[in-house]
DNA sequence: TCTGGGGTCCTAGGACCC
DNA sequence: TCTGGGGTCCTAGGACCC
């Protein structure tokens, strides 16, 4: 069985269980705009993304509490410790979430170990923690989106043959406006749908490949159950919006700050940026991005910023009359290489001699 | 329905190699 | 006479997630 454990209201939760004001409340945690809401606030119809400003005209009493970025992280770490005593076999979906493989060790009660895993984190972490349980991924997501808030939803063999023909396509986990508008567009709007489909069937709807497959292996009730071990993380990002300019200056110091803020979160990891990636987004929502090498690997923001300012003319942000709105910096970060030695024994690779007659 | 910021994965085309 | 097959790496851009 796949449990999927979520932390409800994650942010929102932390600053309650930190300060007493906030319990029982409508609150926000935010800075421009609503990063998380309590349940409270969720009641009235806030919810993330909303503008801070609409909040505080129209709800003057709800609290707003700014982001603690180490304090989510922090709960997170403790989350996750918790997590991996109850198996080693977690897959972190993101801060407040993991998906985890109890196969085996659940003594035949998936409930009762949803429970027990929700229960120390209550008591070690002191949040409420959703968990749903399923055969797949999939079933576990949509499980624990059904527990919250602070609740367990199994979903056994007999439920999911129930419930995965009627699922509707636009809340299956991994599909998003374009696919279903695509799936739509098709007439299809529940998993029933799907069947005998085939692939190809798919990409003739303009699916890509990956995504076809996956809603055949969701139709089939074959979709992933694997759990994937969290490997280093493949990038670090800064980016920032504000309102339209044209100005160089402006653009380019913001380019800086965000190469500063991004490199700042680099200070734990030995591995060395080889290339970076400027994105700017225009005023007509359009994004743009030029990718390319640093002139050695380094941290340095010096270098690292000099190689940003080199990318940006290259997006062609001054060609038109378009005003920008976002500029911001990507670095990937190597991938630790499990073999590198590559030609080094020449024609070693047998069978490299391809019929050229 | 795109407010903001941080990510991952996939794809399509080209270069280059055998 | 056009008539091929693989593989890898890189780049620019999308789609999707929280």
């Known amino acids: 069985m796949i449990l999927h ?18 319990r029982g409340v409508p609150m926000v945690v935010g800075g421009q705009v609503v990063a998380c809401a309590s349940y409270e606030a969720r009641a009235l119809g806030i919810h993330a993304g909303m503008p801070l400003g609409q909040v505080r005209r129209r709800w003057p009493a709800v609290l707003v509490a700014p982001v603690r970025g180490e304090a989510y992280a922090a ?20 801060m407040e979430e993991a998906f985890l493989d109890v196969t085996g060790r659940d003594r035949g009660d998936v409930a009762g170990m949803a429970e027990a895993i929700r229960a120390a984190a209550r008591r070690e972490v002191g949040l409420p923690v959703s968990v749903g349980a399923g055969r797949t991924k999939l079933m576990a997501k949509l499980a624990s989106r059904r527990a919250k808030p602070d609740g367990v939803v199994v979903v056994d063999a007999e439920l999911e043959a129930r419930v995965r023909p009627r699922l509707r396509l636009d809340d299956l986990w991994g599909v998003g406006p374009v696919t279903y508008e695509k799936l739509h567009t098709a007439e299809m709007f529940v998993v029933s749908d799907l069947y005998g489909l085939s692939v190809d ?16 292996s969701i139709a089939a009730g074959t979709d992933d159950a694997t759990i994937r071990l969290p490997g280093p993380r493949g990038s670090v990002g800064a980016t920032r919006s504000f309102p339209t300019t044209r100005t160089r200056s402006t653009v380019e110091a913001v380019l800086c700050a965000s ?54 003319p290259r997006t062609g942000w001054e060609q038109d009359g378009r005003g920008v709105t976002l500029v911001g910096v990507t670095i990937p970060l190597p991938k630790p290489r499990p073999d590198r030695h590559r030609a080094a024994a020449g024609g070693s690779a047998g069978g490299s001699a391809p019929g050229l007659g």
Do not use: H, K, W
Not at 15 to 21: F, H, S, V, Y
Not at 204 to 214: D, I, N, Q, Y
């Open 201 to 216: 069937d798919l990409l003739s709807r303009g699916l890509s490949t990956a995504m076809a497959r996956r809603m055949v």
């Open 259 to 312: 190469v500063q803020r991004a490199l700042a979160r680099l200070s734990d990891d030995e591995r060395l940026p080889t290339r970076l990636e400027v994105v700017v987004r225009y005023d007509d929502g359009v994004q743009v991005a030029q990718r390319g090498p640093l002139p050695e690997p380094t941290t340095d923001p010096a270098i690292v910023g000099a190689a940003a300012l080199g990318l940006l």
């Open 5 to 22: 454990a979520d932390a409800d209201a994650f942010f929102a939760a932390v600053e309650q269980r930190d300060d007493a004001r906030y």
């Open 75 to 94: 709960a997170s770490a403790r989350l996750f410790e918790v997590f991996r005593r109850f198996t080693p076999l977690v897959e972190p979906g993101s």
